[in-house]
Structures are given as structure tokens and as C-alpha cells.
């Protein structure tokens, strides 16, 4: 009886323990690979362009896509989702990262300048980055630990109260929040990095003041990307039923821009933003700054909840749609470890992508082994490949993020539905969406939640 215990204590731990040893091999592995190499090229090019929402050099945004998939397969319960980064997820990390260490703090006479600031500042941008990459990686392991201790103290079921007019309402600010952070990008237009308060307004003021500068190749590039791939993406959606696999669009239009800014030498000839350097092989293990804790404790609550939200729900889609149960403790202690691990070879935080699962799900994906043979993708690209998408124009990332959104923006049309079947939410949906974007993601979270509870406690009352 005690060694039965102990295997259901193990099994219940590490969830891989009780679906490896059933792994139909003749029938899931042929769609396994498939689906694994068609999302690891996704995640590859994701990694690199949210990387840009963190505001770190996009090669750490290949570990994001790596690291987090090895500890998930031993402990996650979904056999779907596609682990790594997202955009709101990795704006949120960027929020905390560009507050804690602005350009402001690297000012330095021009003799050691690296860069400039989009103010003509001079500023030692390699300092800088070193700076932004641990705060990324140490808000990370601190997300981690809290999904661990909320995991363990079964608290799961906080998820249910974030309804569903608040998360749409906040990812859509977010995706607006997205949207703006990339447009300077696209337009290749430098300006200051704002945060909290009216960031939002604050930046599309100077990115319209300085929109004279925009560079026309970047911006050729970037909308060119952004129409390419929407339109492929709605005709991937269409006829999904007779496409055996979904054209990838963003792999097939990076490989081509990758090869015009080579051919045409886009940096030299047009002053074109590009991608410039990408480490090759991995960093070593780097522990925490624990003396960064006391400044991120706050948000890190914030984005170790809405994490974990993203990712159970999106994991609960496909666990209904193929009969089988996820576990909510269990998803925060799966996420919570990878992103202790991965906090420690720089990434930042972790947790599915809708877009991306939907590519492991469609291609064929049974089980988690597609996500271990999708990292083996990522993995190619970190030793041998990262090197020959240096000439990527930045534009082209920032369009395919901005590509991304779609999904999120077309929640907008939950409004007139909800404000039909009940005004409350319609409410919620609207006021969550307004303070996000005004207030910031943080604060705009927790005033729709507030808000949220003040039409409960008022419906009880009345």
C-alpha cells in the first residue's frame, strides 16, 4: 500500500511518469516530430521578437524559447500548450525592466559611449543591456517562486476570479500597449523609454513628434511583413480543414528579409535597424540578485498570476477538446520551476502563446515530446544558426509581434455581446481595458479587479 502511495505521490509530481510510459510510438511520433519542427521554427522567430517587449538584445529571447519547455514536459499536465514567451507576459517583464534600469542610468561622456538614448544622450548601451538582462532573469526566478508557493498551498482556484470580461478587457490593453512599443520600432523612430502613469500617451506623443525621422526602409519592411502575415494567418485560419499543415509565414518571411537586408546591405546603404548580434551557444548559469527582490515583489505577483492565467487557460481549450484534465496546483508548480531554471540562464518569464499552441495542436502534437523536439529547434538556432539572422531588420520582428495581435484586438467585438447579455461585464470589460491602458498594466489589473469586486459586493446588496 505504501508503494502504491509513493507512486501516486510521483505521478502526481511529475506527471510525465504517468503519460511516457503509455506513449503510443507508432502512432504519435511521426506527428510528434512534425508538429515539434514546425513550432520550434515558430518559437525561434517569437522568441527573438518579444524579446524586443523586454527590452533586452533578442538573443536572450531564444533562451526564453529553450529553457522553459525541459523542466515543463517532466512537470506540466497539458499536452498541448506550447511553453515560452508572450507578448503581455513580456511586456509586463519590460515595464519592470525599463523602471528599474532606464537609459538615465548610463549616461556617460563620449569617449566610452556605445549608443545614444534617441536624444542625442550618449549612453553606455552594453552596460545597459547587462543590467536589463539580470533584472529580467532575476524577476523571473522570483515569478517562479511564487508559482511554486502558490502551487503548493493549492491556490489554483484564484484563476476563477479573474472572469472573463477582466482578462479580455486587460489583454486587449495590453495588445494596445503592444502595439504602441512596437511602432517606434517599426518606423525605427527613438524616443525615451516611459513607464507607469500615461506611459502609453506619452510615447505615441513623441513617436508622432519625431515620426519625420522614420526610417523608409524600416517601414516599408514592417508594413510589407505585417501584411504578408495577417493575410496568410486569416487564410491558415480559413481553410484549416484542407491545409494539412499551416503555412509558416513568419519563418517564411524572416528567411526572405533575412536574405534582402544580406543581399542589399539594408544597415549600410539605408541606415536600417537591424538585429546585429546574436550569441552564439549558451551563457553560463548566473544566481539571482536577491537585492532586486524588494523592488519587483509587487509586480511580480501580478505577472506570476496573469501568467499562469494565459496558460491554464489556453491549456483548458485543448484539454476539453481531447477529453483529458489539466491541474491547476500543479500547472503553477510546472511553470514556477521552469522559470526558477530558466531565470538562471538569463530568459525571462514563461507561459503559453495562443498562436503558437494552436501551431503545435493543428500540426499534428499528441503529447509534450513535440514540445521537447520544438526546443531541439530553438536549440539548432542558439549554436549554429543565430549568426545568420544578424542582418534581420528589427522592423520585421516588431511586425510580426504586432501580427500576433490580432487575435487579442478582435476581442473588442465581446463588447456589444456582453453589454446584451449582461451590462455589469460589459462594464468591467470596459473599465478594465481603459485603466490598463492609462494606469499601466499592473495597477489597471488590480483596479479591474477592485472594480470587479465592488459589482459583486453591489449586486449582493441590491
Given amino acids: 500500500c505504501s508503494r502504491k502511495r509513493a507512486c501516486q505521490i510521483s505521478k502526481s509530481f511529475l506527471p510525465v511518469l504517468e503519460w511516457l510510459p503509455n506513449y503510443r510510438v507508432k502512432e504519435w511520433l511521426i506527428s510528434d516530430v512534425i508538429s515539434g519542427v514546425s513550432t520550434g521554427l515558430v518559437a525561434t522567430l ?73 536624444t542625442g544622450t550618449l549612453i553606455d548601451t552594453e552596460s545597459r543591456d547587462a543590467q536589463r538582462v539580470l533584472i529580467a532573469s532575476t524577476l523571473t526566478f522570483l515569478v ?70 522614420t526610417n523608409i526602409a524600416d517601414l516599408l519592411a514592417g508594413l510589407l511583413t505585417i501584411f504578408v502575415c495577417v493575410v496568410v494567418k ?7 480543414h484542407k491545409i494539412p499543415i499551416p503555412i509558416p509565414i513568419e519563418v517564411i518571411v524572416t528567411i526572405v528579409a533575412t536574405g534582402i537586408s544580406y543581399a542589399v546591405d539594408l544597415e549600410k546603404k539605408y541606415n536600417a535597424g537591424i ?32 501568467a499562469y492565467a494565459i496558460a491554464v487557460s489556453v491549456g483548458k481549450v485543448y484539454a476539453t477538446k481531447y477529453d483529458y484534465a489539466i491541474d491547476g496546483n500543479q500547472e503553477f508548480i510546472a511553470f514556477g520551476f521552469s522559470n526558477i531554471f530558466s531565470g538562471a540562464f538569463s530568459c525571462f518569464v514563461a507561459t503559453t502563446a495562443l498562436s503558437r499552441t494552436a501551431v503545435q495542436e493543428s500540426t499534428g ?63 468591467i470589460w470596459v473599465f478594465t481595458c481603459v485603466a490598463s491602458i492609462i494606469l499601466g498594466l499592473d495597477l ?19
Fill in 275 to 306: 538585429v546585429k548580434s546574436i550569441p552564439r551557444g549558451f551563457l553560463p548559469p548566473e544566481a539571482p540578485d536577491v537585492s532586486l527582490f524588494s523592488q519587483m515583489i509587487a509586480a511580480s505577483f501580478s505577472i506570476a498570476i496573469v
Fill in 234 to 240: 486569416e487564410i491558415n485560419d480559413r481553410f484549416k
Fill in 365 to 427: 502534437g499528441k503529447t509534450q515530446v513535440a514540445g521537447i523536439i520544438s526546443a531541439g529547434i530553438v536549440l539548432i538556432s542558439i549554436v549554429a544558426l543565430g549568426k545568420l539572422l544578424e542582418p534581420l531588420q528589427k522592423s520585421v520582428l516588431a511586425a510580426v509581434v504586432i501580427a500576433n495581435l490580432k487575435g487579442m484586438f478582435m476581442q473588442v467585438f465581446d463588447v456589444p455581446r456582453l453589454w446584451k447579455q449582461n451590462k455589469v461585464d460589459a462594464m
Fill in 144 to 213: 517562479g517562486i511564487l508559482q511554486v508557493i502558490f502551487g503548493v498551498l493549492q491556490i489554483g482556484f484564484i484563476v476563477r476570479y479573474l472572469a472573463d470580461p477582466l482578462v479580455g478587457g486587460f489583454t486587449t490593453a495590453a495588445a494596445f500597449q503592444v502595439l504602441v512599443s512596437q511602432l517606434k520600432i517599426v518606423l525605427n523612430v527613438s524616443t525615451k523609454n516611459y513607464n507607469g502613469v500615461l506611459s502609453i500617451i506619452y510615447t505615441l506623443i513623441e513617436t508622432f513628434e519625431k515620426i519625420g525621422t
Fill in 46 to 118: 517569437q522568441g527573438l521578437a518579444y524579446a524586443l517587449l523586454v527590452a533586452v538584445p533578442v538573443g536572450y529571447g531564444l533562451y526564453s524559447a529553450f529553457f522553459p519547455i525541459l523542466t515543463y514536459f517532466f512537470l506540466g499536465t497539458s499536452r498541448h500548450i506550447s511553453v515560452g514567451p508572450f507578448p503581455v507576459v513580456s511586456l509586463m517583464v519590460g515595464s519592470v525592466v525599463l523602471s528599474m534600469a532606464p537609459d538615465d542610468n548610463f549616461l556617460i561622456d563620449g569617449s566610452n559611449a556605445t549608443g545614444t538614448n534617441g
Fill in 444 to 462: 489597471g489589473l488590480l483596479a479591474g479587479l477592485l472594480f470587479g469586486l465592488l459589482t459583486v459586493v453591489l449586486r449582493v446588496q441590491l
